[in-house]
C-alpha cells in the first residue's frame, strides 16, 4: 500500500529538459513495478514510461524513446523521469504509478493500481 507524490513539472522551453520526480510512503515499494502516464486536455491518459520492480528492465512510449529516461532508487522510495529535447507535444498532467504488470501490459493503464495527483508538464515557447 503506497502513497505518490510527484514534484518537479512546470514550464519549458522546446527542446529543454526538466526533471520529474515520485516520492513514496508506505509499504512494499520495491515490488511495484513504476510507470509515468500523461493526459492531455481532452485526451486518454497514455503510457509513457515504466520500470520494473528491480530496476532492471524498463520501457518506453516510442514518442519519448531516446529522449526520456526512467529511474528509480528502492533504498529512497522514489522514482525518475529525465526529460530531455521537449516538445509541445509532451505537454501533459503526468501521473506516477504502481503496480503489478506482466510483460504484455506493463505499457497498458489497467495495470495499475496506486497513483499521485499528477503534476504538469508545459513546454511552450
Known amino acids: 500500500q503506497l502513497q505518490l507524490v510527484e514534484s518537479g513539472g512546470g514550464l519549458v522551453q522546446p527542446g529543454g529538459s526538466l526533471r520529474l520526480s515520485c516520492a513514496a510512503s508506505g509499504h512494499n515499494f520495491r515490488n511495484y513495478d513504476m510507470a509515468w502516464f500523461r493526459q492531455a486536455p481532452g485526451k486518454e491518459r497514455e503510457f509513457a514510461a515504466a520500470?520494473?520492480?528491480?530496476?532492471?528492465?524498463?520501457y518506453y512510449a516510442d514518442s519519448v524513446k531516446g529522449r526520456f529516461t526512467i529511474s528509480r532508487d528502492n533504498a529512497k522510495m522514489t522514482m525518475s523521469l529525465v526529460m530531455n529535447n521537449l516538445k509541445p507535444e509532451d505537454t501533459a498532467l503526468y501521473y506516477c504509478t504502481a503496480g503489478y504488470a506482466i510483460t504484455c501490459n506493463i505499457r497498458r493503464l489497467e495495470a495499475y493500481t496506486t497513483w499521485g495527483q499528477g503534476i504538469q508538464v508545459t513546454v511552450s515557447s
Open positions: 520500470i520494473r520492480r528491480n530496476g532492471g528492465t524498463s
